[in-house]
């Protein structure tokens, strides 16, 4: 990346943060970033729906284009209304993977009507008014419409800013100061750079939580070794602790770069690959449904949100590539877990720590030929405790363990050291 694009990254880094900070001494860490996160996918989507308008007002005044409006045909008042009426053809839009936007939930309509529903107002929406009592129920309104009319995103997005106990004009700051926070540039793509920001943002809201925050964050400098470990090329890729989504987005980079220096175009490798993921948080799982959707990934997160040790949501799945950042060390995780589970062939798991669960339960999920790696507690490599130097003597004599990485300390919100586990 050259420097100067470097730059404009950092600084849009820093608005960023300065955006979330409007919000910090009213809200703690966990409802703050929902708040910030979900405006910044409504401003994505809103930029990208925009832009594509753009190019569909181009594409009619072009007499080379199949959707050429001959002004010749019009007088300029019909001519001005037929072009209002194409720009709201849904099929344009989809036809470009652009998620379609109601008028409700366009960005400029949030800007345009947070002063006036401060106290509540009635709204005039595609010829119908509609009581909106708040900022906040305005952004939910706009949530709403969004998953309405994009069934792909429907129980996707965190439609709590409402409920939120925040002063609404300082809510509606929010709102103007994302609108100022520039989502191009002359070499980078708005796609490029969302993700960018969705991963900067991710992370510094796991700072801020601490220890909390590393249930649904993994630094990207140890996705990035993982996923280098054992190279997601073309395969089914499964992680059943997925936080946000983390290693599926450094997979996808991967894919491109490994692509580029192959000389395959890295949209149709891609194609190749497909994404399996579980969550039981439902906020959580909507961060990694959000961070697929910015980014433009197919996926598949089960029916819901659900716990990996006893609704497992891809029950018949043996994937290619699995990896995994699993809660360390979790105590009482066999509640409702059958002590006959045919994941745990090597062992049955202490019930006072659920390490070996999840490498018996990846392993379960593994194909023939597949790899996986995940984060583990350095306790793993020489507990005894109960089962588990059974378990771990009958992976190593069943030759399933490649490789273990150590890792340094304080990489991770939690003060534990840790370990890579390859298989």
């Known amino acids: ?27 703690d860490a966990a409802q703050y970033k929902h708040a910030v996160l979900g405006l910044i996918f409504v401003k994505y989507v809103s930029d990208a729906f925009k832009l594509r308008q753009e190019e569909i007002k181009a594409d009619l005044a072009n007499p080379e284009h199949e959707y050429y409006l001959d002004p010749t045909d019009f007088s300029e008042e019909e ?3 037929e072009i209002a009426i194409e720009l709201e053809q849904r099929d344009f839009y989809t036809e ?22 401060i106290g509540g107002a009635d709204l005039e929406i595609d010829g ?22 994009n069934p792909k995103l429907k129980g996707v997005l965190n439609k709590s800013y409402a409920a939120l106990k925040i002063d609404q004009a300082k809510l509606n700051e929010l709102i103007n100061l994302i609108a100022t926070i520039p989502f191009d540039h002359a070499s980078l793509n708005s796609k490029d750079i ?7 943002m991710l992370g510094q809201f796991a700072l801020a939580e601490g220890k909390k925050g590393g249930q649904f964050y993994t630094p990207a400098s140890i996705v990035s070794l993982i996923v280098e470990m054992i190279e997601p090329f073309e395969g089914r890729v499964y992680d059943p602790a997925m936080g946000s989504g983390g290693f599926f987005v450094q997979s996808d980079k991967f894919i491109e770069r490994r ?11 891609k194609q190749k690959i497909s994404i399996y993921g579980q969550e039981y948080n439902h906020t959580t799982w909507q961060l990694a449904a959000m961070n697929m959707a910015i980014r433009g990934l197919d996926y598949d997160f089960g029916k819901e949100p659900a716990s990996t040790y006893t609704n497992v949501q891809h029950p018949d799945l043996r994937a290619d590539f699995i ?3 699993p809660p360390f060390n979790m105590k009482e995780w066999n509640t409702g877990v059958d002590d006959n ?52 003597q009958a992976l190593i004599e069943n030759d399933l363990i490649e490789c273990m990485v150590a890792l340094p300390g304080q990489l991770l919100p939690t003060p534990r050291s840790q370990r890579v586990f390859g298989s």
């Open 1 to 27: 990346m050259k420097q100067a694009e470097q730059q404009f990254l950092k600084e849009l880094e820093g608005k960023l943060w300065n955006a979330a900070d409007k919000l910090r001494s009213t809200l």
């Open 79 to 81: 001519l001005a209304e």
């Open 96 to 117: 470009k993977n652009v998620f379609w936007l109601p008028t409700e939930s366009r960005w400029q309509f949030l800007q345009d009507n947070g002063p006036r529903v």
């Open 128 to 149: 119908k008014v509609k009581k909106i009592t708040s900022v906040g129920h305005l952004i939910d309104n706009a949530l709403e419409g969004i998953e309405r009319d």
């Open 194 to 200: 969302l993700g960018h920001v969705y991963e900067y």
């Open 259 to 269: 692509a580029n220096q192959k000389e395959i175009d890295p949209l149709t490798q």
């Open 323 to 325: 990896m995994a950042n």
């Open 341 to 392: 589970d045919p994941r745990f062939k090597y062992g049955q798991p202490p019930a006072g720590n659920a390490n070996f669960a999840w490498v018996q339960h990846m392993l379960h999920h593994l194909s023939a030929d597949g790899s996986q790696a995940l984060l583990l507690a350095n306790g793993s490599m020489s507990s005894t405790t109960n089962t588990e130097g059974t378990i771990r």
